[in-house]
């Protein structure tokens, strides 16, 4: 059944329960016409997603405002502003966890792809966004490094092949993960990308490599192995 527009934002300001914002939100991603509705009261629909995403909520509303912001990213229904207002950085990062009991492969793939889609997009905006900490430490915290990284291999889709090296490439350049960077080898894994079949799959896996021989550190990892 379609739910109205103000319907949505009645049960919305009604509700503080995770489960019924979750569910609202996600009747936002699968019915068009209420898409479209709420994007007619955009002001109104940003402030939502900014209190969910900003107010430390379960992580199944996080994941879902991430479904929804890759729709809108794809439809260029928002600004890159408006976009950045919704702080949507850190709950990307957090769609990057490790599945959970009730998750199949395919919903992990989505939240996965969702997260990365996110992130490219931030990437993108150069000047008007900077990878930091705090974003490295919610990597950190939910594993999201190393399924960042398992999107790099031969078995992955291109798509996400290519997302995850533009991702990895802005994560590079911040120089904040480096010693979880060199502990996974990610210089080599790197290195089995730059003649791949994709344009952009050579030159995102080719600007982190360079990110990465800044560091003595990876350097000596090169040594190591011969390469210089």
């Not at 629909?45 to 794809?74: K, R």
């Not at 919903?107 to 966004?129: N, P, Q, W, Y």
């Not at 290519?162 to 960077?181: D, F, H, K, Y």
Request: aromatic share 8%.
């Amino acid at each position: 059944v379609p739910l109205p527009v103000e319907e949505f934002f009645v049960r919305w300001n009604q509700s503080r329960d995770d489960h019924i914002r979750t569910e609202l939100i996600y009747r936002v991603y699968r019915q068009r016409q209420l898409k479209i509705d709420c994007l007619k009261r955009k002001k109104e629909f940003l402030a939502v997603l900014s209190e969910a995403l900003t107010s430390g909520v379960e992580v199944t509303l996080f994941n879902t405002i991430i479904l929804v912001a890759s729709v809108l990213l794809d439809t260029n229904a928002l600004t890159n502003q408006e976009f950045l207002a919704i702080q949507p950085a850190i709950p990307a990062c957090k769609a990057l966890s490790d599945a959970r009991p009730e998750e199949d492969k395919q919903i992990l793939l989505s939240r996965h792809t969702s997260g990365m889609t996110v992130l490219a997009k931030l990437d993108s905006l150069e000047d008007l966004f900077t990878w930091n900490q705090d974003h490295s430490n919610a990597l950190k915290e939910t594993k999201g490094l190393d399924n960042l990284l398992h999107y790099l291999e031969k078995d992955s889709n291109s798509w996400a092949q290519t997302q995850a090296c533009q991702v990895l490439s802005m994560i590079c350049e911040s120089r904040l993960l480096g010693p979880e960077l060199r502990e996974r080898r990610v210089v080599f894994k790197l290195i089995e990308l730059i003649d791949h079949d994709l344009l952009n799959i050579q030159r995102f896996s080719s600007e982190a490599i360079a990110m990465l021989l800044r560091d003595k550190e990876t350097i000596n990892l090169f040594e190591d192995e011969g390469y210089v």
